[in-house]
């Protein structure tokens, strides 16, 4: 964690926003490429340490490994990891080496001491960015949490940005009820929870309310999962085929932004879970511990006394939820990208328009926004990078275009 007695400079070369695995892979890249850049940077976050909000979903769901093989990491050398897990294989889960959550931690752990990077974090959050123009050059002034300000030559936004999607009905939820019964799948902590006798409904057919169903059943909880479409296996988000030119090449060739959307929209094809943890649910179903509702929608919630009484699309045909009493509803629903609702891109938008097509912006092929030197990296790259540019595998294929803009004074704007 960066000393908060040291002042923050009153100028930075590149101001990095968010210390994830992307930022993390942007930095490990960025020193391979150029070592002077070391000391010219700052990344902002506010917990003040690398990885900080990625370990707190992992233990708060309680997931044992991750969906990505363990070449998809966040070391220039795409073997590192299986060379830190020489002696941990055990740790390394079929079919593909999936890295088991500990595993992953400590190597980000070794990737940030190899790479000296423990005092690259600011402990702070970037609450406003304001582009300006100095000596006819793109400027930002970045505001903090802390209610510091520092001037930034250039700026990676690399916080995700991502908005938690809510189904409509939950706007429509008449009566007040307490405000842990139902959350958002982003702020459900299965740690501590004491679930015992109680029924949970679940809403999401993907790996997220996978995840929640098996922690809540280890609790003792009844578990209802509804998805509005059937729930079925994949082993990764999207095909293999899309890290490479199998299928990026016709992707790229692609020149209009509306199709390329909609490309990305099936390569994805909205949530799904790994065929072990359907199996899991699967096993648990037969024993009569989840039940499953696919194919099936709220269509209204209202908190009665101590309870949710719910009542699906489908009443006419069948009972469904109707005549059963819910204690909490989780909503596993996913989140939305979207440019124009980024907070930090408030101030960007109005001073540089740019095209937006369905919340992701056209940005160009080093993933900068026009006329200024700001970077893009994860889901709202998706344009130009594919339809895994959130993942771990894009987070290096991101990294790989932006690098070059930020080493070479060629590609720098004029």
């Given at each position: 964690?960066?000393?908060?007695?040291?002042?923050?400079?009153?100028?930075?070369?590149?101001?990095?926003?968010?210390?994830?695995?992307?930022?993390?892979?942007?930095?490990?890249?960025?020193?391979?490429?150029?070592?002077?850049?070391?000391?010219?940077?700052?990344?902002?976050?506010?917990?003040?340490?690398?990885?900080?909000?990625?370990?707190?979903?992992?233990?708060?769901?309680?997931?044992?490994?991750?969906?990505?093989?363990?070449?998809?990491?966040?070391?220039?050398?795409?073997?590192?990891?299986?060379?830190?897990?020489?002696?941990?294989?055990?740790?390394?889960?079929?079919?593909?080496?999936?890295?088991?959550?500990?595993?992953?931690?400590?190597?980000?752990?070794?990737?940030?001491?190899?790479?000296?990077?423990?005092?690259?974090?600011?402990?702070?959050?970037?609450?406003?960015?304001?582009?300006?123009?100095?000596?006819?050059?793109?400027?930002?002034?970045?505001?903090?949490?802390?209610?510091?300000?520092?001037?930034?030559?250039?700026?990676?936004?690399?916080?995700?940005?991502?908005?938690?999607?809510?189904?409509?009905?939950?706007?429509?939820?008449?009566?007040?009820?307490?405000a842990d019964r139902l959350l958002h799948s982003g702020r459900v902590d299965l740690r501590g929870l004491q679930l015992q006798g109680e029924r949970v409904l679940i809403i999401g057919g993907g790996l997220t309310s996978g995840?929640?169903?098996?922690?809540?059943?280890?609790?003792?909880?009844?578990?209802?999962?509804?998805?509005?479409?059937?729930?079925?296996?994949?082993?990764?988000?999207?095909?293999?085929?899309?890290?490479g030119p199998k299928y990026l090449k016709d992707f790229w060739a692609e020149p209009d932004w509306s199709t390329r959307w909609q490309m990305i929209q099936q390569a994805r094809n909205g949530g799904s879970m790994t065929p072990?943890?359907?199996?899991?649910?699967?096993?648990?179903?037969?024993?009569?511990?989840?039940?499953?509702?696919?194919?099936?929608?709220?269509?209204?919630?209202?908190?009665?006394?101590?309870?949710?009484?719910?009542?699906?699309?489908?009443?006419?045909?069948?009972?469904?939820?109707?005549?059963?009493?819910?204690?909490?509803?989780?909503?596993?629903?996913?989140?939305?990208?979207?440019?124009?609702?980024?907070?930090?891109?408030?101030?960007?938008?109005?001073?540089?328009?740019?095209?937006?097509?369905?919340?992701?912006?056209?940005?160009?092929?080093?993933?900068?926004?026009?006329?200024?030197?700001?970077?893009?990296?994860?889901?709202?790259?998706?344009?130009?990078?594919?339809?895994?540019?959130?993942?771990?595998?894009?987070?290096?294929?991101?990294?790989?275009?932006?690098?070059?803009?930020?080493?070479?004074?060629?590609?720098?704007?004029?």
């Open positions: 964690m960066v000393d908060v007695s040291v002042a923050l400079p009153a100028s930075i070369d590149l101001a990095i926003v968010g210390a994830g695995p992307h930022a993390l892979t942007l930095v490990t890249h960025l020193l391979q490429k150029k070592k002077s850049m070391r000391g010219r940077f700052l990344v902002f976050d506010p917990s003040g340490v690398w990885m900080s909000q990625w370990n707190h979903q992992f233990a708060a769901f309680e997931i044992p490994h991750l969906r990505s093989p363990a070449v998809h990491q966040p070391d220039p050398d795409p073997h590192a990891l299986r060379t830190f897990a020489e002696g941990r294989s055990h740790e390394l889960f079929p079919p593909y080496d999936l890295p088991g959550t500990r595993l992953f931690q400590d190597f980000c752990q070794d990737v940030i001491r190899r790479w000296k990077l423990q005092t690259c974090v600011y402990p702070a959050q970037v609450t406003r960015m304001m582009p300006f123009s100095h000596c006819r050059r793109s400027r930002f002034l970045l505001e903090l949490s802390n209610g510091q300000t520092l001037i930034a030559r250039r700026v990676v936004v690399a916080n995700g940005g991502s908005i938690p999607q809510m189904p409509e009905w939950v706007e429509q939820v008449a009566t007040p009820y307490p995840h929640l169903a098996i922690g809540a059943i280890e609790r003792g909880a009844q578990v209802f999962l509804m998805a509005r479409r059937r729930v079925y296996e994949k082993l990764f988000d999207a095909d293999p085929g899309w890290l072990a943890v359907l199996t899991q649910l699967r096993r648990l179903q037969r024993d009569g511990k989840i039940v499953f509702y696919e194919q099936c929608q709220v269509r209204s919630a209202r908190w009665s006394g101590e309870h949710w009484q719910v009542c699906c699309d489908h009443a006419a045909v069948h009972q469904c939820l109707q005549d059963q009493t819910i204690d909490r509803i989780w909503l596993a629903t996913g989140s939305q990208l979207n440019a124009t609702k980024h907070p930090l891109l408030k101030d960007i938008l109005e001073t540089y328009s740019i095209e937006v097509v369905k919340g992701l912006p056209v940005v160009d092929e080093h993933l900068r926004w026009q006329r200024c030197e700001l970077f893009i990296m994860g889901g709202l790259a998706a344009l130009q990078v594919g339809p895994t540019a959130r993942n771990l595998s894009g987070a290096r294929a991101v990294s790989d275009r932006i690098v070059p803009a930020l080493t070479k004074s060629s590609l720098a704007l004029r």
